[in-house]
């Protein structure tokens, strides 16, 4: 759960640290106090998107940190080898920097806004009033269902098959062409293929061409050079170093005899002069060895030419216009034999449609079951949220298309329900109201919750539209969650504040010319004194501080007897 949040310079919160409970928090204020800032505040240390306007005016930088405890062993923690302190604590930071830069940490230790976002979800589950709008595009309802179902095994299996049938259609439309477009394709493919294959080219040709190119170029300077350095080694008519050094070893020796030094010195004289001796041979041998003949260099520069023609049309290197032959041989056999190629790939789709019609059909039949299931509970739900006469389903219907199957499966799935007795089933979306539409959002987070590992819930102001009796049950509900995880909630209703077993108090002020945000926890006196305000607005009379009380006294005795 999400025992400290701490937050500075986040829009118009400077500073404040929150120390929220097990249970059931509610986070009330005035309109505009900042009370969405502060579930902005958690969406950011989440992970999710922000803004640089998120920074307060005049900061060079936001900055929010998350303390957690009670985690469940997420698998999150053994794959980033991270996991919570000794005392079972995970701390979570990001750093919000004015030139659009995020510094994100867990534990001290840093990471990516991804992985950020990715642990997030996995702590905690924000619900918004834009979910509410979710809930009325259908094509939200299958991915609803599939989250309900579990069904994202089969899912997966599902798609390797559709995958499968994709790439061979994709085949087939690759090799299905008419006559005419096949007779150019070919007449092209021979063409360069019979152009590459008279240039007989060889791998790294250009490179050793071009190295033999310069070398002709520059023969006479290259043979002057070798020759002095051979008579400077060896010498025809004088010395040369090999037979200075092989004299200055012999009296280095003769010395030797009487003199250590001397000796190691003959040791190095000798050394040196099998160096020089071994250098002398190989520009002997280099002399020697090279030949040319008077064409060359033209024959050279001809085959250069051509191959810098061919690079223009097939590709940079040799290499790359080896490839492209190895290519274009491979098509051109694959037309001449495409109809083979068709009816084998043929045979491969009917087998790969009937193997990912039967995955879809597994799939569909496994949604069909949840559907049965979250009808019973999300109509169980809606009652106990005062809607006791709604009636809910998941209406199926077939792909359309050529296969009836795309990259979910065979399924469209579109949430129906009916609010009044006698009334038939119809799209949500035509028929719920916004109060309606609230409960049925909350209804649906709650039974999603049950199978997911997030063990905190935030309502952020979800409650819109809903007020009396109906707000009572909304209240309850939350207060019977939080039983079994934490639930956070901003929210303008009384009867919502009243079940909160920790109440904060956002509230606007001015100081030093700057406006701010504090977050406050109300004490019992404060609480009766917040819950008269949300009733009756700032004229709080002796009539609305006793409903507060009451209000206060009804809630404990619910929670007391649940």
Known sequence: MLSLLHIENIAVIQSADIRFEPGFNVLTGETGAGKSIVIDAIGAVMGERTSRDLIRTGAGGARVSAVFCALPALAWFAENGVAPDENGELLLERELLADGRNVCRVNGRPLTVAQLKLLGRQLLNIHGQHDGQQLLDPAC?????????????????????????????????????????????????????????????????????????????????????????????????????VELLAEAQQALNAGGRVSEELAKMGEKAAELRYAAYDLAEEIRDLRDGFESSAGELDQIEGRLDLIYRLKKKYGATVDDMLTFLDRSRQELEQIQYADDTIARLEGQLAKALEQAKAAAETLSAARKA??????????????????????????????????????????????????????????????????????????????????????????????TGVSGRAAQKVARKMSDVARSKQVLCVTHLPQIAAMADSHFCVEKGEADGRTFTAVQRLDEEQRCAELARLTSGDLLTPAALQGAGEMLAQARAYKQGG
């Open 141 to 241: 309802h299958l991915d609803y269902l599939d989250s309900f179902g579990q069904t994202e095994g089969l899912l997966a299996k599902y798609a390797e098959q559709y995958h499968a049938l994709t790439d061979i259609r994709r085949q087939l439309n690759g090799l299905r062409m008419d006559e005419a477009e096949k007779a150019r394709r070919v007449d092209t493919l021979t063409y360069q293929i019979a152009e590459l294959e008279r240039a007989d080219l060889t791998a790294g040709e250009d490179e050793t061409l071009t190295a033999r190119r310069d070398l002709l170029r520059n023969a006479g300077r290259i043979m002057d050079a070798v020759e002095a350095a051979y008579q400077a080694l060896s010498g025809d008519s004088d010395r040369g170093a």
């Open 370 to 463: 949840a559907a049965v299931m979250l009808q019973t509970r999300i109509e169980d739900e809606l009652s106990q949220l005062d809607m006791p006469k709604v009636r809910f389903m998941a209406e199926f219907t077939e792909k359309a298309g050529e296969t009836g199957l795309d990259e979910t499966g065979m399924d469209t799935v579109q949430f129906l329900m009916s609010a009044n007795v006698g009334e038939e089933l119809k799209p949500i979306h035509k028929i719920a109201s916004g109060g309606e539409l609230a409960r049925i959002m909350l209804a649906l987070k709650n039974v999603l919750a049950e199978n997911e590992q997030v063990t905190t819930l935030i309502f952020d102001e979800v409650d």
